[in-house]
């Protein structure tokens, strides 16, 4: 059996944990609106057509934001098409995912439905196909009461209250050649400064995200932070992330360690940051908003051939995860919440359908992915300040990153809880885990719950959809010190004072 340490000392602060970690994201794509948070007629549905399992799956997941309407759908979206009286609405292509938009959800049906599962929305605007004047008729339309004519057509259509939209993203992977209005560093950064600039002349107390890169590995990852960031510095609090994983080849073992390019990416975006910010000569620290992040078997949606005709909401992007991708996806909760210091928020990408912890049939049943359960418990669970806590266990050697430890681990701390989350990323070995726990006085662990299967492939579906759930883990037979992890697993330790 491979032994591990874990030291827990509350005297190790990071930061806060930082409840937008647990954002998600809703977009306009394949069945994540339509059939997904929205369908008239499904037996849960209420007045407005919302489902009430979907509902109530959101909010036991432990949402706490979530971006809106995009993604690629936003960079060529009119944000007018989605307000005023439904049977008005227009009927447009949507390119980004070759559909047909009805345009039947808008700003104002997303905010009530945030509203309904206790969430902040976080909207983007469009700068693909748009610019400074269409974002800020949005801001003016969500966040001004009322005087106005854009303030008073949403009064109009029922959104007495201002929305109050507090976070808003400057457009959508604008370094991607596949976003519609793709652009250079420069003409996005100069771009995303006069949105900014503009917005803030509305509502200076806005959080704006500048569009990072989108993946770690783009051409200009780098060159694009830094160009973006000298234009935009002083007008936006946040730079964006994305990152998307899968199993490449078989390779289990080199899968389970990708958080280990999550922790670079984050770590040279936020260098760059503060490089920046020291030639400027300014005191402000940028952080990062991590908002689009998951498993996305993202190669098999490339040989997928196109649809041959512009569908409404088909089926798009329905990855159905397995317990390896679970556990994957917990050690990439670890590392948002080990960056908590810098990272100020994270969106799942995405909530429901879509790449999502939460599957749906149309006019049917809805169930809880792999990936439901570490997200769902390190939102509840995580709790106070993060710890710093630094495995010291055996490596293994990955293709893609080298050594990398068998233990991935963060623990959180607050009056009544130690709680450490915990992957075991080897393959074949259970691992014990001796928690060093003298810091914290007397304790006795109060709850223990582990993720695994013995086939690491093994999926939810909506026949069974509790084959892979936490379990209580008996090991440490009251010993707070030691607990065995199996292999391929994601752990939730929580500790209390005896
Ligand atoms: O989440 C799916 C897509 O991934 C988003 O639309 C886009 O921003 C990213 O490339």
Redo the contacts with the bound molecule.
Sequence with gaps: MLQAQLTIDPAHRVAPVRRRTFGT?V?H?GRCVYTGIYEPGHPTADAEGFRGDVLALTRELGVTTVRYP????VSGYRWEDGVGPRERRPRRLDL?WHTTETNEIGVDEFVRWSRLAGLEPMMAVNLGTRGVAEAVDLLEYCNIPSGTTLSDLRVAGGAKEPHDIRMWCLG??MD?PWQIGHKTAHEYGRLAAETARAMRMVDPGLELVACGS?GSSMPTFGSWETTVLEETYDLVDHISC?A?YEEKDGDLGGFLACATDMEHFISTVVSIADQVGARLGSGKKISVSFD?WNIWYLSRHQSAPPPPDWPVAPPL?EDHYHLADAVAFGGLLVTLLRHSDRVAAACL??LVN??APIMTEPGGRAWRQTTFHPFAQAARYASGDVLLTEPVGPSYETGEFGQVPVLHAVATHDDRFTTVFAVNRSVTEPLELELDTRALGAVRIAEATTLTHEDVYARNTADDPERVAPRPNTSHRGDPARIVLPPVSWNVIRLARS
């Design positions: 994201f977009e794509l995009g993604g690629n759908f980004a959508n992977e991607g989108s994305h998307y689009e992007l990408a995405q879509v790449i």
